[in-house]
């Protein structure tokens, strides 16, 4: 996908046509930056394979919910993956439809449950029969029948971080394989519940297409035994998960592997099913960037430090999952390189955002985190009592604030002393 929305013109890191430098002037820093030509790209990749076959894209709002990014997708008509009440609010809210909204995850409450049937969701993705049960008592004590899926743990290998995967046995995800055909059963047997498709989600970053056609397998061996049994499956989900670049990474390419995926499933006769997609990585991730400011550096013992005013409150993700960065000077220099760790302020030696990098740096430099997009600002927290940043979208050579950022007082304004 584009990455060539950030690119270094004339020596100064660029957002399409913005320079990086008057972003980190005019809105501080740390400051995420999106590129809407970079999502678009992402969106039309998948929606150009997908044309003229049936399939639907649905934007896992996990991986980036800023409204401004999610009306972006919405405008394109695109369908969404929630995974919680508040997303879809949020989708609502960005001008996104329920109708074209799937709802997955393994803990929904009963309110969440009430609240997507009223606004009228496309499917749920259930995970468990006490799931199934809950949802069944839900809808009928509204009048309703709900439209299921059961997400099936296919048992298969997508060859990612343990973090990041989701498809295997010992995940916490889905329906084991060999209980799926009971559970179906009893999906049929609940009269406010209408089983109308089945799904999966083998992790994430996964690189290949070789793990999905597996999945894709294993849940067709499924939909012939849920119909011999009398229940109709109409669609396919294969969930989201595919890579994209970050260091040297080589993920399929979004068109080759959506075909490939559909090209599977006619091949096997299930051409006339609709097939989903729920891809949230691959959309967002490399159309934004974290930029940062250098406060101090640091020479150490052992290890050079850069500290820079990002943390891991606002990128968790090299915290979290020891995941790789790119991180590069917004302004290069000529000057010798030197080998650092980039880290954050925050109280922790998990606080790092780039381990042994060789940058040429002066304090009050700026650097750019790249394939920041997905898993960026929306995993950030307020720890260490850090404000979180403020959001940009970047059009052409048109600049919008999505998010501003936040100050003090509003961190603690839901918060009491006690009475005297
Ligand atoms: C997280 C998630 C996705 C999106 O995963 P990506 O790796 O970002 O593509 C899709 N579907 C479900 C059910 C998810 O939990």
Known sequence: MTRSAFAHVDGVLHAERVSAVSLAERFGTPLYVYSRAALTDAWQAYAGACAGRR????????????????????????????????????????????????????????????????????????????????????????????????????????????????????????????????????????????????DCHIGSQITEVAPYLDAVDRLLELVAQIEADGATVRHIDVGGGLGITYDNETPPDIGVFVRTVLDRIDARGHGHREVYFEPGRSLVGNAGILLTRVEFLKPGAEKNFVIVDAAMNDLARPAMYEAYHAIEPVVMRSAPQQVYDVVGPVCESGDWLGRDRALAVEPGDLLAVRSAGAYGFVMSSNYNTRPRAAEVMVDGDKVHLVRAREDVQQLFAGEARLPD
């Open 55 to 198: 399939a639907s894209v649905h934007v896992a709002v996990k991986a980036n919910s800023n409204l401004a990014v999610l009306n972006v997708f919405a405008r394109m008509n695109a369908g969404f993956d929630i995974v919680s009440g508040g997303e879809l609010a949020r989708v609502l809210a960005a001008g996104g439809k329920a109708e074209n909204t799937v709802f997955s995850g393994v803990g929904k409450s009963a309110a969440e449950m009430r609240d997507a049937l009223v606004a009228g969701v496309k499917c749920f993705n259930v995970e468990s029969i006490p799931e199934l049960d809950r949802l069944n008592e839900v809808a009928g004590s509204i009048g309703k029948r709900a439209p299921v899926s059961l997400r099936v743990n296919p048992d298969v290998d997508a060859k990612t971080h343990p973090y990041i995967s989701t498809g295997l046995k010992s995940n916490k995800f889905g329906v084991a394989f060999d209980d799926a055909r009971a559970t179906y059963r009893a999906a049929a047997a609940m009269r406010h519940l209408e089983v109308i498709g089945i």
